[in-house]
């Protein structure tokens, strides 16, 4: 066979597996957090989205619902908003600018989602849009509360959190504030030795995070899979 010849058999047999796959596919009915409405998703979909749902799907004749039902019951609605969002339409949803305080939130939670079922791309996409955020509107401690009671010491996540309250404490002109600050994150495991690695961060790399504008090599530290940073 000649090598294009070659080539068109393996995406005509690629081709008829995407097909057959199709045929195939069946509709699951998915069941988020409190809500009593299911969420119509093919199995394609899902299966496609991390490795965790492959097995949700293989066993989930265990339960006692009938076929075709998915319950992650523990989850958060909205970051399934959020994920569904951005597998459809292949972005995060960006908001109005005076709406980021809520959107950074909602791009907490999701990040906090696709950390639990390894989607690394759609974290690094909800990076980015928090990046963006982060640099017009100020975090909400109660936000990065969140991220420090669902996420593991060092996570890039909480890293961001720790630098962002490091950035507060350092524009605070009356220190009698930071006790306040500090004290929403007493007994959070981590919390000291990561704000104290933001707050160095300020002597070595201070002059951007003034400016809330992080170098592309920071904004790297960040991101979890092979995302290539792009300017602007
Ligand atoms: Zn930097």
Redesign the pocket.
């Known amino acids: 066979m000649e090598p294009y010849e070659r080539l068109l058999a393996s995406a005509t047999a690629e081709m008829e597996d995407f097909v057959s796959t199709l045929g195939a596919d069946r509709v699951l009915d998915v069941y988020i957090g409190k809500e009593s409405r299911p969420y119509r998703i093919p199995e394609s979909t899902l299966s496609s989205m991390s490795d965790i749902f492959v097995k949700a799907i293989k066993y989930e004749h265990l339960g006692i619902d009938p076929p075709g039902t998915l319950r992650f019951s523990g989850d958060d609605e909205t970051a399934w908003k959020y994920l569904l969002w951005w597998k459809m339409k292949g972005k995060v949803p960006v908001c109005d600018r005076n709406l980021y305080p809520t959107e950074v939130l909602s791009f907490v939670r999701s990040w906090i989602l696709g950390d639990k079922y390894d989607i690394k791309e759609f974290q690094d996409d909800l990076m980015v849009g928090l990046l963006l955020c982060l640099q017009v509107s100020p975090l909400h401690l109660t936000t990065a509360k969140v991220a420090f009671d669902n996420m593991m010491p060092s996570s890039p996540l909480r890293i961001l959190m720790a630098e962002e309250i490091a950035h507060q404490i350092r524009q605070t002109d009356d220190p009698s504030d930071f006790p306040s600050i500090l004290s929403w994150f007493e007994g959070t495991v981590g919390f000291t030795a990561e704000i104290i690695e933001a707050l160095d961060m300020y002597e070595s ?1 201070g002059k ?2 003034l400016k809330r504008e ?2 592309v ?2 904004r790297m530290r960040f991101m979890l899979g092979e995302r290539r940073w792009s300017e602007g």
């Open positions: 790399c951007h995070l992080r170098c090599s920071h």
